[in-house]
């Protein structure tokens, strides 16, 4: 840690910790609890510059970040039967909808987009952790299929940001069909030889990590990402067991050989640039 | 949440308790030896039919979680019976190449109606020791890899797939995560939705989320009257959105995880109805039930090449929750 970080910073913060610094100059890091310029953290997409921590992204800055610049456009989602279990808990599910498209000026808990990544057309999936959580209901597994028809009709391929607790609790076994359905979408994309990649972010858990989201000809996952399938207080409760340090982080699916790698945010998009190259080498760049 | 009395120590659940009694008394009855034996007779037949009526009445307006309760009935017939009572021939068949055998998992080939199939089934054993031998029905991946490997095996040879799904859901455990838990049901589900043959899944008791759709992706799906088939466990649902895990029942009606419901929502094809009183009360008549269901289900799939099966399967499940 340098001389500006250990002092300089933390003197600012007791210097503005009241109300002099507006909530969006300066955000504080989660992990190292380090005081960030936000001008350098959107420069940095949202990594910690001091601790190397990934934070959460939104489903649309993922797109900006992956795609060549100004190359994107994203498509309309596929309408969807809206509540058919007219679910409540303390909550009805339409006011939660509701709430969160106010949050996230999303339609549901994902985004699709088509474009170049490094010159080269591909469809682009990205979630979103602040849409309920992620949670995948028929929404979000129709929004995958149709990014599936897109990538075989362009010809393209498919890459899926997952960032997801799981199935939609409000849509029931509905939701739960929404595995084989997108496994289907894969399926699609593979039939039709193009190449299927998946990022794994924090946190990627339940019926996401069962269905699409383990199929990927290559899969990435971020630093210290959460993925798995079961939530850690739930086989806690089973096991009766400690957790191991680490348990289902990007870096203990590596090391078991779930994953392909782990790869920095700052680093994806050559990765995926230079993968998609290994594996259509032949394709030529569409243009600009 | 059971209480043993009446005939041969049959297990009931609180809501039966009206029935319970009614019965145990009907056997003390039984067990009198006194002169008046007509009385006796007269009397017994009297409390027979009130019973009856009694268990026509408690089972004809259960709650959903009440479903959930015999669903999980310890009498309940398994997966393994249903084998047992449906499938000749039956040749298990263990293991998944790599790691271990899956006792969670059953799996084998055998002749349904005289004709050559895979079966599968999520077994979670009648009393202590099968539970525990069987992890109560939970499998681990490589349960679920032994069913991908199955059901490509049938693929090659043309035979038709035959489930019996009843889990509480896939082994939430640290190796089981260690191992690819997801990964494993990923392929599985993959694996029915690309098998060139017929495949028919059977929901006997709990449908337990992805470790149930990982042998459910099937042409059709069969539900038996009581049994559930859910995204979570009312207790889980519970928990986490009315942060309070008593509030199962009211989870359990919300999540529409009964057999009808399921129906009405067109995620299973055909509910099977059960003998009064559920599955537990006659397991002959219920193996005889699944049993011309899943026959009357196969059948018109026999004759489909395998680019229509596959292409009609793939439909199914994409037009599930597409707005109508
Ligand atoms: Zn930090």
């Known amino acids: ?288 | 949440m059971c209480g043993k009395a009446g005939p041969a120590m049959r297990q009931f659940l609180d809501f039966e308790k009206p029935v319970a009694e009614l019965e145990s008394k009907i056997e003390e009855l039984r067990h009198m030896t006194e002169p008046g034996g007509i009385n006796i007779a007269e009397e017994v037949g009297r409390l027979t039919e009130k019973a009856e009526r009694q268990l026509r009445a408690t089972y004809a307006r259960l709650t959903p979680w009440q479903k959930v309760q015999v669903a999980r009935h310890p009498d309940r017939p398994r997966a393994g019976a249903f084998i047992a009572a449906l499938i000749t021939d039956f040749t298990p068949l263990a293991g998944d190449r790599a790691f271990a055998d899956d006792t969670a998992l059953l799996g084998g080939m055998g002749r349904f109606q005289g004709r050559p199939v895979m079966v599968l089934g999520t077994e979670r054993g009648s009393d202590t020791e099968s539970r525990v031998r069987h992890n109560f029905g939970m499998a681990r991946p490589e349960g679920y890899r032994k069913a991908r490997r199955l059901i490509e095996l049938a693929g090659r040879f043309a035979l038709p797939v035959l489930s019996f799904v009843d889990t509480p859901g896939a082994f939430p455990g640290i190796d089981a995560e260690a191992r690819g838990q997801a990964e494993a049901i990923a392929r599985a589900i993959e694996a029915c939705l690309s098998a060139p043959v017929p495949v028919v899944a059977t929901i006997i008791g709990e449908g337990g989320s992805g470790g149930a759709i990982a042998l459910a992706a099937g042409d059709r799906v069969l539900m038996l009257e009581h049994a559930v088939y859910s995204v979570i466990s009312p207790e889980g649902c519970a928990s986490i959105l009315w942060r309070d895990a008593a509030a199962a029942p009211a989870a359990a009606e919300a999540l529409r995880l009964t057999a009808d419901d399921l129906h009405r929502l067109h995620l299973v094809d055909q509910v099977i109805g059960e003998p009064l009183g559920g599955a537990q009360r006659d397991p002959e008549a219920t193996f005889r039930a699944v049993g011309e269901a899943i026959g009357a289900a196969l059948d018109p799939l026999l004759g489909l090449d395998p680019a229509t099966l596959l292409a009609r399967r793939a439909e199914k499940f994409l037009e599930m929750g597409r707005a109508v």
């Open chain 1, 1 to 288: 840690m340098s001389w500006l970080t250990e002092f300089v910073r933390p003197k600012i913060r007791t210097l503005f910790a009241r109300r002099e610094v507006p909530d969006n100059l300066w955000h504080q890091c989660p992990a190292c609890q380090q005081m960030i310029f936000a001008t350098d953290l959107a420069a940095n997409l949202k990594v910690c510059p001091h601790c190397g921590h990934h934070m959460r992204a939104g489903a649309v800055e993922r797109l900006g970040w992956t795609f060549d610049p100004d190359s994107f456009t994203r498509i309309e989602l596929p309408k969807v039967a809206a509540d058919p279990l007219r679910f409540r808990d303390q909550k009805r599910y339409v006011d939660r909808l509701k709430e969160a498209r106010e949050k996230t000026h999303l339609e549901d808990a994902v985004a699709v987009a088509h474009g170049t990544i490094g010159g080269r057309r591909a469809v682009v999936v990205a979630m979103e952790f602040a849409f309920m959580g992620g949670s995948m209901g028929a929404a979000v597994g129709e929004a995958i299929v149709a990014a599936a028809r897109l990538a075989v009709l362009q010809e393209a391929p498919l890459i899926v940001f997952t960032a997801s607790g799981g199935a939609r609790m409000q849509e029931g076994a509905l939701s739960l069909m929404q595995m084989p359905k997108t496994v289907l979408a894969v399926r699609l994309v593979k039939q039709a030889g193009l190449p299927f990649l998946t990022v794994l972010t924090d946190p990627t858990t339940g019926g996401v990590t069962a269905s699409f989201a383990m199929l990927g000809d290559v899969q990435i996952a971020e630093p210290g990402a959460l993925i798995g399938f079961a939530g850690a207080r739930v086989i806690e409760q089973t096991v009766h067991e400690k957790l191991p340090e680490g348990f289902q982080r990007a870096e203990y699916l590596a090391a078991h050989g779930i994953i392909d790698m782990v790869v920095k945010r700052t680093e994806l998009r050559e990765t995926l640039v230079r993968i998609l190259g290994l594996l259509q080498p032949g394709e030529i760049p569409a243009a600009a």
